[in-house]
């Protein structure tokens, strides 16, 4: 393909802006280039000068209320909830009885704004498929300005999927929507840029950003590393915790030989001959949890000085254009990632956190878990594991075929897992409300 100009019309028809536009002219020249974009293991040595989350904040004070006033708590919304049986914001999933996860965001926000006497920001990154369900059940809180998307909304952006052949995009007809494509989590920055959100931010005087998704619990704006990461003068934190056998197939933070940057290394950017050693969690030991810790001013400045993109690695999935039907065209969709921006700053650096605080819903094992009395969410939205769990979180295992779906759990029921160290259940069954299990329990 000799020019990206048909791409970018068909972005502007959409009414994308130039920031989307020129973050995907970035991913398209990538992929051009024939450039590699794979890591290998050669050129990466194991994570170097992790700091550790308790040492850090142990003796920082709480962010005063003239800091609170300088922060955002952004989280990432853009999420169906499709793969437990959802049409809607993976957000409105139900934690306990009538409670959702945007009820506890909106409760930790509340929380904040009364520390501060001040309107603390929350802006949800929403997509144009969670935007009106999530705006709608915000409605409920409608006299506190939760409900205003001018206030509280920002819309991810969509790419179009290209043909592998030509680099061209897709056309098809029979379902124009199938020709787009969410262009990853990366999509965080130009979005912040094309919507106006961060010069909004920042001549409201508001420095520092604090991002994660929106179905991880454990993710709460912590007031002693706000300080802290204020007064650290450090551009660009990821939280990052140990790997077990269960993260050893996710994404891992590293070291680049070259020149010493931090930087994070997907599966889809290990060569197939290094997989093992991508999945040795005794020399990579550290995932990234989706929290990140930003300062907008260096963002705008990197921005600025880089013609408006942060050069992110290119993730480049192969799929059929109708992903139900393999006899569609092939197409390749290019995504980012936002945690790979710990590579663009100087500076940058990652810590260490309490697994507390990695705490994401991706089955309904994780649901259940969440709806038992093993973890005790407060008035201020603040989850934390019941004392009787020592800080360590029972594992759960739910049948995959019986209880893949959100309405399965119903059935199920919910027993009692304060004192459970793993519960596997097998085929169906059913467990009366708070039933007490103990130990390890294998139905």
């Known amino acids: 393909m000799n020019s990206f100009a048909v791409i970018e019309n068909k972005m502007k028809s959409v009414g994308l802006s130039d920031a989307a536009i020129n973050a995907f002219r970035h991913s398209v020249n990538v992929l051009e280039s024939k450039q590699s974009m794979l890591i290998p293991e050669g050129e990466i040595v194991p994570a170097e000068g992790v700091e550790d989350w308790d040492a850090l904040v142990g003796s920082t004070p709480e962010a005063d209320a003239e800091l609170l006033a300088q922060a955002v708590l952004v989280k990432l919304n853009g999420g169906l909830g499709t793969g437990m049986g959802l049409q809607k914001a993976k957000s409105l999933l139900e934690i306990k009885p009538g409670v959702t996860f945007l009820d506890l965001i909106v409760r930790q926000v509340r929380s904040l704004r009364e520390r501060a006497g001040y309107p603390v920001n929350l802006l949800l990154m929403n997509s144009f498929s969670t935007s009106a369900d999530t705006m709608e059940h915000l409605s409920r809180y409608a006299a506190e300005g939760f409900a205003d998307p001018q206030q509280v909304e920002m819309i991810q952006n969509r790419v179009p999927k290209l043909l592998t052949d030509t680099l061209e995009p897709v056309e098809f007809p029979a379902n124009p929507e199938l020709e787009w494509c969410p262009p990853g989590h990366g999509d965080i920055y130009p979005a912040l840029v094309g919507s106006g959100w961060l010069d909004k931010l920042l001549s409201s005087g508001v420095k520092y950003a604090f991002i994660s998704n929106s179905d991880n619990l454990g993710a709460q704006m912590d007031t002693r590393f706000l300080r802290w990461f204020a007064e650290s003068g450090v551009p660009f934190v990821m939280e990052v915790t140990r790997r077990t056998e269960a993260d050893k197939k996710g994404g891992h933070l590293a070291t680049r030989k070259a020149d010493g940057q931090p930087l994070l290394r997907e599966v889809a950017q290990c060569p197939d001959a290094d997989v093992p050693e991508f999945q040795n969690i005794d020399k990579h030991r550290y995932f990234n949890t989706n929290n990140l810790w930003i300062r907008l001013d260096?963002?705008?400045?990197?921005?600025?000085?880089?013609?408006?993109?942060?050069?992110?690695?290119?993730?480049?999935?192969?799929?059929?254009?109708?992903?139900?039907?393999?006899?569609?065209?092939?197409?390749?969709?290019?995504?980012?990632?936002?945690?790979?921006?710990?590579?663009?700053?100087?500076?940058?650096?990652?810590?260490?956190?309490?697994?507390?605080?990695?705490?994401?819903?991706?089955?309904?094992?994780?649901?259940?878990?969440?709806?038992?009395?093993?973890?005790?969410?407060?008035?201020?939205?603040?989850?934390?594991?019941?004392?009787?769990?020592?800080?360590?979180?029972?594992?759960?295992?739910?049948?995959?075929?019986?209880?893949?779906?959100?309405?399965?759990?119903?059935?199920?029921?919910?027993?009692?897992?304060?004192?459970?160290?793993?519960?596997?259940?097998?085929?169906?069954?059913?467990?009366?409300?708070?039933?007490?299990?103990?130990?390890?329990v294998s139905v």
């Open 298 to 440: 260096a963002l705008r400045d990197f921005l600025a000085a880089n013609n408006g993109v942060l050069p992110l690695p290119v993730i480049r999935n192969v799929k059929t254009v109708d992903p139900r039907d393999a006899t569609t065209p092939a197409v390749y969709q290019l995504e980012t990632a936002m945690g790979a921006a710990i590579q663009c700053f100087p500076g940058a650096r990652a810590v260490c956190v309490p697994r507390s605080r990695f705490f994401p819903v991706k089955t309904c094992s994780d649901l259940l878990l969440l709806r038992s009395d093993a973890v005790e969410i407060n008035e201020a939205g603040l989850m934390s594991l019941a004392p009787e769990c020592n800080g360590v979180a029972p594992i759960v295992q739910l049948d995959g075929k019986l209880y893949k779906l959100v309405d399965s759990l119903d059935a199920l029921g919910v027993p009692s897992l304060k004192h459970v160290s793993k519960l596997t259940v097998s085929g169906p069954h059913h467990f009366e409300p708070g039933e007490p299990l103990s130990g390890e």
